[in-house]
């Protein structure tokens, strides 16, 4: 399911001079509009109004309970809370932290007030993400963060921190106000996902992408945790699956390390949706070769009862790590060509099931041929063991792309169609009543699909270089679908988000976050407001001190730009190539390194 596009940033700075940098402008792009930068947060908010005032933090700062009644002491005990203030009262104070020295004036902001309503720490498909945020010129005013819930409270901090000068290395100021923003996403699902189990990523390394989505305010990582490459994830119930399928044996998900990313991941408002891809697209015959078919091992064999025992059992067991009310199933690529040991190909891949007497034996027995066998194995499942998960189910959902992908009919109304392929399938699982969400990996006359670096040898943007191009930026989903006048329809476009089917550690960063970043803007943002030429230039300008931020953080985002595609060179440039440049961001702001 990947077509790869390359994704690149266009950003300029000019050079730093004493303890401030020049106010820089990009140079001339698409129409010829010149702008300056935009310090202000990403994903830009639903309604903000500033002013031009500057407001220093004062080394004193921290962060309070509200005074309202309306603010809960309980919600801002909470330890997602006060996690939650440790980080960014640490990003916020790093200048004072870094040179060993105050600023010497005392008009300067001391105080943020924190209002949470609720102490509720529900995370998941209907959570409240909704915040304000007010930040006044007066410093001897508090600034004051409202949420409905401690998530909405996480993203209106983030929000503070975004707002921050990039380009004053000194001390921490606020160079906008007054500042007052009302935000909140026009989608509910907004994330990305990973195939740890094609380029074994380490626990360390999973918290960092959930550092990053945090930093975009996107709240889903859906990890694909099995491939016909390898099985990571441990079962106790079934330990074989790892044991022979992981790579190695330190390439390994272990019950604890899950236990511990899924908490880790909370605290930052992301949910961990886990992926177990069936019946096909798995490395269930490296430790249990019993349950599969031997013409296509990497497809389960659906006519043994046995299957189903294993499924039911393992899934229960995960579901005590993975918290998340909704579970990924899979379901594609079953209808995909099957390889024989000695090379052959067997196309379409159910007729695998045809080469095993005992499987074909079963499917005449019961009146169905090998091309039944997709829908019997959602049929049953859905009758004998997803009631028992009591989990709301996901599936990938491309009818019409030959990969065997689950039939919607099968399954319960409340299961979401991933729609991967052409984003005119969402316009069937809507029609039949099915939440949705995209992954989508082809183009259309909004722009590009959302597969990401390294899967696909094509070049891809994420806010396009110019108004004249397209990228995942530019694509928009409820104008795309004719969702905008179809309130049913629009309440079942849940969202969605990128795929990234086999970056490793070392090129993840460099490859997967601009598209990233551009595809959380758009669903947060919704359709854009303006024309799509000023949002543009209005991103471009906004996109690139994010770089900057994402960087000070440890995320090592595309560091260079281009003058356009790259002209056929199909690979990840160096730094200059093609007209690139390296992004220079101001040294030493909020550098933890």
């Known amino acids: 399911m990947g077509i790869l596009f390359f994704v690149l940033l266009t950003v300029t700075f000019r050079e730093v001079i004493g303890d401030f940098q020049r106010p820089f402008r990009r140079p001339k792009v698409g129409n010829g509009i010149e702008y300056e930068y935009r310090n202000v947060p990403w994903p830009l908010p639903k309604r903000m109004e500033t002013g031009s005032s500057s407001v220093i933090i004062s080394k004193t700062f921290s962060f309070q309970l509200g005074r309202e009644k309306t603010c809960s002491q309980s919600a801002f005990d909470l330890s997602i ?16 932290n870094r040179l060993k020295k105050d600023y010497e004036q005392s008009d300067t902001q001391t105080t943020a007030l924190l209002c949470i309503h609720n102490n509720n720490t529900y995370l998941g498909l209907n959570h409240n993400e909704s915040y304000s945020l007010s930040i006044p010129e007066n410093p001897l005013s508090p600034i004051v963060i409202e949420a409905a819930t401690v998530y909405g409270a996480l993203y209106g901090m983030e929000s503070l921190v975004q707002f921050l000068d990039i380009q004053n290395t000194s001390f921490p100021v606020i160079k906008n106000a007054p500042i007052t923003i009302q935000d909140s996403p026009a989608f509910r699902m907004r994330g990305l996902m990973i195939n740890p189990s094609i380029q074994f990523l380490p626990l360390s390394f999973l918290k960092h992408i959930v550092d990053g989505l945090a930093m975009n305010k996107m709240n889903y990582l859906h990890i694909h945790f099995t491939d016909i490459s390898s099985f990571p994830l441990q079962s106790k119930l079934y330990p074989k699956l790892s044991e022979k399928g992981a790579y190695a044996p330190q390439a390994v998900y272990t019950m604890d390390d899950m236990k511990e990313l899924v908490a880790y991941a909370k605290d930052r408002g992301v949910r961990i949706i886990p992926e177990i891809d069936l019946p096909g697209h798995g490395g269930w015959h490296y430790g249990m070769p019993e349950l599969t078919l031997p013409p296509c091992n ?9 299957v189903y025992t294993v499924l039911k059992n393992l899934l229960l067991e995960l579901g005590s790590v993975f918290t998340d009310e909704v579970l990924m199933l899979g379901g594609d690529e079953v209808g995909l060509g099957e390889e024989y040991p000695n090379g052959t190909r067997i196309s379409p891949g159910y007729k695998c099931f045809d080469l095993v007497p005992s499987a074909a034996a079963f499917l005449h027995s019961h009146n169905m041929t090998s091309a039944n066998a997709s829908d019997y194995f959602w049929k049953r499942l859905s009758k004998d063991v997803v009631p028992l998960l009591n989990r709301t189910i996901m599936i990938w959902y491309c009818p019409d ?51 990401l670096p390294p899967y696909s040898p094509l070049p891809y943007y994420g806010v396009p270089p110019s108004s004249e191009g397209k990228g995942a930026y530019t694509r928009d989903p409820c104008a795309e679908l004719d969702c905008e006048g179809d309130e049913s329809k629009r309440k079942l476009l849940y969202g969605g988000g990128p795929a990234e089917w086999g970056a490793n550690k070392d090129n993840f960063d460099y490859g997967v976050w601009a598209g990233t970043m551009a595809v959380g803007e758009r669903l947060w943002m919704g359709s854009p407001t303006t024309t799509m030429e000023s949002t543009i230039e209005d991103a471009l300008a906004r996109v690139s001190v994010q770089t900057c931020r994402m960087s000070y953080r440890g995320i090592r985002t595309a560091p260079f730009v281009g003058t356009g595609q790259l002209a056929g060179a199909y690979h990840w440039p160096t730094p200059g190539e093609n007209g690139g440049h390296r992004v220079t961001c101001p040294a030493d702001w909020l550098n933890q390194s």
């Open 401 to 451: 792309c030959g990969t065997g992908d689950p039939p919607l009919y099968e399954l319960p109304n409340s299961t979401i169609a991933n729609v991967w392929g052409s984003i005119e399938y969402a316009n069937a699982s809507l029609s039949a009543g099915y939440p949705t969400i995209l992954s989508i990996s082809r183009n259309s006359s909004y722009g590009m699909g959302w597969y």
């Open 298 to 306: 990497s497809v389960l064999d659906v006519t043994k009862d046995e």
């Open 81 to 96: 809370v006060q996690n939650a203030i440790s980080r960014y009262t640490s990003l916020i104070l790093q200048p004072y």
